[in-house]
């Protein structure tokens, strides 16, 4: 795996030279047949302002249609490589009209879900071919691709919703192609995160994504305890059957009164902003599931010195990591690193009450 992804030294500049320079024609975004296509003109106001809209025969989305300008020469000609495009995370019309274009231009597009993505190329009328590319194949479609964009192709990266790359696949694509000097062009568009965030009412100044938590308990809690003393907001995904779940692991170290941001089906027709606090939150969701995807957004700790913990709460936290199978030094690690407690001081607590349990001396003397 490592060795995949060191830079190729046989990759010739010529070789270099020959899928860098050879430039792709952007083809037309769509057409009209004349015979099926009528229009009408609307007086807007002012007389010099003259809307034309036109009504299309085709199924393929009339608000495309109409909106997207002709190609213009000065946006040239896109250039091989691996463009990451941003697509809608619900409302088909949150997509930018240069990730239409791009998607239109390309060889291939790789896609999560092709059955799904399928419905978006199909609403804008786009005929590229679709190649499956998801967490369960990527290591195995990396070479593939590879080769098709050393030999000069525009290959696009979408995923079912969003931005690619983002708690998505084609994070280890996109390294590799930048170790092997193949442009990575973004095509910036929606981003769940992005959008929870800007409407949540907490800080936006700062803010940490953690996305989905580790499946293992263990390290579930040990996330959990560096974001709850955070001063900034934190950002979660979170799968709407383990919602309850996630509410209650959280409030046990971010605490009841820390206020909550619960961001559901945005873009689409049920979309919901939830707001109050994990306490809150407890009771609302502990026996209601919410359909829909979820991005959920918890203000980070006040600014204000925090008092120390008690001896009592810094043995609870110790015994939690050493009875989940963590060392004695990690233990104390993860602990120090959520307070303001010395390293030194814990480290000296957790030899008197765990030392003789797992068999470590204290080597201080």
């Not at 993505?117 to 290591?139: A, D, Q």
């Not at 809690?221 to 779940?245: C, D, G, W």
């Amino acid at each position: 795996m490592l060795t995949r992804r060191l830079p190729s030294m046989a990759f010739s500049f010529a070789t270099s030279l020959s899928w860098r320079s050879r430039p792709h024609p952007i083809p037309n975004l769509f057409h009209i047949q004349t015979p099926s296509t009528t229009f009408r003109s609307l007086s807007v106001f002012h007389k010099k302002i003259l809307a034309l809209a036109f009504c299309s025969s085709s199924q393929s989305s009339p608000q495309f249609t109409d909106s997207v300008p002709e190609e213009s020469p000065k946006r040239g000609l896109l250039k091989p490589g691996l463009y990451l495009v941003g697509t809608p995370i619900g409302n088909l019309e949150d997509i930018t009209l240069r990730a239409l274009r791009v998607l239109k231009s390309a060889n291939v597009i790789l896609s999560e879900d092709t059955r799904h993505s399928g419905k978006l190329l199909h609403h804008y009328n786009i005929k590229t071919p679709l190649m499956s590319y998801h967490k369960f194949n990527e290591s195995r479609r990396e070479q593939t691709v590879l080769k098709r964009l050393k030999q000069g192709e525009i290959v696009a990266l979408i995923s079912d919703a969003g931005t690619p790359c983002i708690s998505d696949p084609g994070m280890e694509l996109a390294k590799l192609c930048v170790d092997e000097n193949i442009p990575v062009i973004p095509i910036p568009g929606p981003s769940a995160l992005v959008a929870a965030l800007s409407a949540s009412g907490l800080g936006t100044d700062e803010f940490t994504f953690v996305g989905f938590l580790p499946k293992h308990a263990g390290s579930r809690r040990e996330r959990l305890m560096v974001s709850a003393n955070e001063i900034m907001t934190q950002i979660f995904y979170v799968p709407p059957h383990k919602l309850a779940q996630f509410i209650e692991e959280t409030s046990l170290h971010f605490g009841d009164s820390r206020r909550c941001v619960i961001a559901r089906e945005m873009t689409k027709m049920h979309e919901e902003f939830w707001r109050g606090t994990l306490g809150d939150a407890k009771e609302v969701f502990s026996t209601h599931q919410p359909k829909g995807e979820i991005t959920l957004l918890i203000e980070g700790t006040a600014k204000a010195i925090i008092e120390p913990p008690s001896e009592c709460e810094l043995e609870n936290k110790l015994r939690d990591l050493i009875s989940s199978g963590h060392s004695l030094s990690t233990a104390v690690k993860l602990v120090a690193g959520g307070t303001s407690v010395g390293r030194k001081t814990i480290y000296s607590l957790a030899l008197r009450k765990f030392g003789k349990q797992l068999g470590v001396e204290d080597d201080s003397n």
